[in-house]
Each structure stands twice: as C-alpha cells, then as structure tokens.
C-alpha cells in the first residue's frame, strides 16, 4: 500500500500485521513481514526491515532505521540505527546510512 499525501509518500508492505491503528508518519517504509503489536507511533523518515516486531505502545522516534528482525520493546531515540533482539542502537546515525544508500 502506497498512502500519498501532498505529494509525500508512504511506503507499507501488504504482509504487516497490526492488532491496533499504528500512527505512521510521511516519507517512511515499512517491509513485509512486520508485527506491530500494539498502538504505535512512527516519526518521519524510518525504515522498518523485514520480520522486525514493534511491542505495545512504542514510539519509534524520527529518522531511524529498524534493521531486519530486530525486535523494538521500548521507545527509540531520534536518528539511530536498532540492530537486535532486543533492539539495541548502534553507534553510526541513521541519516549517515540513508546517504550511504542512495549515492
């Protein structure tokens, strides 16, 4: 599912569960296979990998990137990259990686 809203796009697989509304914010992609456990907040710009699982309300803070089956059971902070179970930050920036990624 593609959401556009003046001309911001949000980016959600089809295969994410949820068992309540998650509040998802512009410019963020969400992968196939995620669990959202609960009421959840995402800021602007976060990509959540594939088979990562969000517990019950959590806020993901701006500018993250959740990696591949890291599992997030507490709120993150903004601009931080989560790897693990339980998701811990690593100590390169998020917004470091993304720039990466698109050169």
Request: proline share 3%.
């Amino acid at each position: 599912m593609i959401l556009k809203k003046n001309n911001i796009v949000t980016k959600i697989n089809s295969s994410i569960k949820y068992l309540s509304s998650p509040t998802i914010k512009s410019h963020c992609f969400i992968s196939s296979h995620v669990v959202i456990s609960g009421h959840c907040n995402v800021g602007e710009n976060c990509f959540i990998g594939v088979n990562a699982t969000i517990g019950n309300n959590i806020n993901i803070a701006k500018d993250n990137l959740i990696g591949l089956g890291c599992v997030i059971n507490k709120n993150t902070e903004e601009n931080k990259v989560y790897m693990g179970n339980p998701g811990n930050p690593l100590k390169v920036s998020a917004k470091r990686v993304m720039k990466v990624q698109e050169e």
